[in-house]
């Protein structure tokens, strides 16, 4: 390892200090008891990932039952299609953008989340939540930006990405892989075949534990995200080798959680959210997901990277075997939360809004969102979905063009390619094939001026815009 990187590594763990789960009030009485959150959101898991939602060579009864018990959301997106940017837009209620975070972080980041910044377990500690993460974090590894310095009780992961450490085949100069509990390193470079299996045995004991109280339990896990890693009970299970062990390992874990909570009684009383941080890393081909039948992946503003595979379980609340078509985001999680736990939202400005109505099934409920906007990168505007409808905005993006992925582990390279203005019937075209821009002008117009609100608040990287709106992230300062 570099010297240089050696010592600021070991410097940070020196930092990091054991944390004790603060005390909270004891829970309410069943008949008034606040809704349990849980929330699993898988890395790089493409749209069609999900037996529901079209896999092919492996199975997942667990999400399947979870989509027969709930509620399958077929127009659900994440606000960017990479880890950091997307995590915080689901915890922050905010577009990344908005907050200061961009793309994927990298170990020693000296930003991350700014500690004025509410999350959703934060909102909810306001009602006596008991709070954990166990999984990914990558919301920034350096002690001020930890998920403990942000209203979890209890945190147990990797604080980064799974591929962020030497022995990656494609990685460089990225130190030892810490595995964190609390606010202290308990290891480097773990045996990440056991990574799936350790976070869902920590969250059914969360679960156990406060079965009494509400809690919210979130699980980022690190999988499929490469390096794939799956335990003995999976390998070698699926038709699709071994990325598809990894996401039947996943569905186990998932139907452990929700035994868990019908075993403690409260499977009445809990919201299951599942969803992933963005589509399928498709340079390494064998070893990433399908977006079919959408277009592109990860890393790209299409479809295929920002529309997510989500379902969405509260047994007497969410009508069951049902399928939401109407536009949705990670965004609005926060707010949606907030108001069913009573909760007040932060002083400053979120961009989520309130979808319990689509979330509950209500007769005719639409998208409280007039438009979401879609940035990548350092806050380019490349795309916004209204309705029916998505614009997109002359930007670069990659591709494989047509080109089959890597094998092995091993990714090829990515070409790049340039996207016009150019509109999308979603409805029509959800493989987005056919550029209507010409045909509806008075469509294009509308999205435009729609743009340029979001340009004057979120600014525009594409077209060197400064938002008005915009927060700092949290930094911590380089030391001499």
């Keep these: 390892m570099n010297r240089r990187r050696a010592a600021l590594f070991s410097t940070i763990s020196g930092l990091w200090l054991a944390s004790a789960a603060p005390a909270v009030s004891a829970g309410t009485p069943a008949e008034e008891r606040l809704p349990n959150i849980v929330v699993i959101f898988t890395d790089d898991q493409g749209y069609a990932d999900v037996g529901v939602f079209g896999a092919k060579g492996f199975r997942t009864p667990n999400l399947d039952r979870l989509a027969r018990e709930g509620r399958r959301f077929t127009n659900f997106h994440v606000a960017q299609a990479v880890c950091s940017a ?23 980041s000296r930003v991350g989340i700014s500690a004025s910044e509410m999350t959703l377990a934060e909102v909810v500690k306001q009602r006596g939540y008991s709070t954990a993460i166990f999984g990914k974090w990558h919301l ?18 990797l604080p980064f990405s799974n591929d962020m450490w030497p022995y990656h085949p494609t990685a460089k100069s990225f130190p030892p892989l810490p595995l964190v509990e609390g606010e202290k390193i308990v290891g480097y470079n773990p045996d990440q075949r056991n990574l799936t299996t350790w976070y869902t045995e920590r969250a059914v004991r969360f679960i156990e534990r406060n079965r009494d109280r509400p809690f919210f339990l979130y699980v980022p896990h690190n ?10 009970k999976f390998r070698g299970k699926s038709e699709r080798g071994l990325y598809g062990d990894v996401i039947m390992e996943i569905d186990w874990s998932v139907g452990r959680i929700m035994d868990a909570l019908e075993r403690s009684g409260i499977a009445e009383s809990t919201l299951m959210i599942y969803a992933s941080d963005n589509g399928p890393w498709l340079s390494y081909g ?14 790209t503003s299409w479809e295929g990277g920002v529309r997510s595979p989500c379902i ?4 007497g609340r969410i009508p069951a075997g049902t399928i939401c078509s109407e536009p949705a985001m990670t965004i609005d999680i926060l707010p949606t939360v907030a108001k069913l736990v009573g909760a007040e939202l932060p002083e400053h400005r979120i961009d989520g809004r309130d979808i319990w109505p689509l979330i509950s099934g209500e007769p005719g409920a639409k998208s409280p969102q007039e438009a979401y906007f879609i940035y990548y990168q350092r806050g380019a505007l490349e795309a916004v979905i209204s309705g029916r409808w998505k614009l997109y905005f002359p930007h670069t993006y990659r591709t494989l063009a047509g080109r089959r992925g890597g094998t092995g582990g091993i990714p090829v390279a990515y ?26 002008p008075e469509v294009v117009e509308r999205l435009e001026r729609l743009a340029e609100g979001a340009r004057e608040d979120l600014g525009d990287a594409l077209t060197k815009r ?15």
């Design 415 to 440: 070409e790049s390619a340039r996207v016009g203005l150019e509109l999308y019937d979603l409805e029509s075209d959800i493989s987005e094939t056919k550029d209507l821009a010409r045909l509806h």
């Design 223 to 232: 999988m499929p995200h490469v390096p794939l890693y799956v335990s003995g």
């Design 140 to 157: 920034g590894d350096l002690p001020p930006f930890l998920p403990t310095r942000h209203g979890f009780d209890e945190y147990f992961g």
């Design 286 to 299: 064998d070893h990433g997901g399908s977006a079919f039948p959408l277009r592109e992946g990860k890393g």
């Design 312 to 315: 969405m379980r509260w047994p």
């Design 466 to 480: 400064r938002g008005s709106g915009l927060r700092e992230p949290g930094r911590v300062e380089q030391r001499s």
């Design 86 to 108: 997307s995590r915080a837009a689901l915890l922050t209620g905010c577009y990344s953008n908005r907050i200061g975070i961009h793309g994927a972080l990298g170990p020693g």
